[in-house]
């Protein structure tokens, strides 16, 4: 995220950002046990790379934010914001 992006207004903690499988994972839980990111990489794994040739296919489009998902649709904001600048 930019330095710009105020995480405590919208009560987020400080992100951690890991690459694997060429992949980001941006986590913006209270930081933890570092073995939880494995764990939830090699579980998980199978599902992101579906997830990411669904959303790579021609017949993809996005849908807006469910109610309950304030903080990612405010960083949406936030970023589209920045890519319009």
């Not at 986590?27 to 669904?54: F, H, M, S, Y």
Request: glycine content about 8%; overall charge negative.
């Amino acid at each position: 995220m930019g330095e710009d992006f105020d995480r405590s207004a919208f009560g987020l903690h400080p992100c951690q950002v890991r690459v694997a499988h060429g992949l980001i994972f941006i986590c913006l839980a209270e930081p933890g046990d570092p073995e939880i990111w494995d764990v939830t990489t090699i579980k998980d794994t199978r599902i992101i790379i579906d997830n990411q040739k669904g959303v790579n296919s021609g017949h993809y489009r996005p849908g807006p934010h469910a109610p309950a998902e304030s903080y990612p649709a405010a960083f949406t904001r936030w970023y589209l914001e920045r890519l319009a600048s």
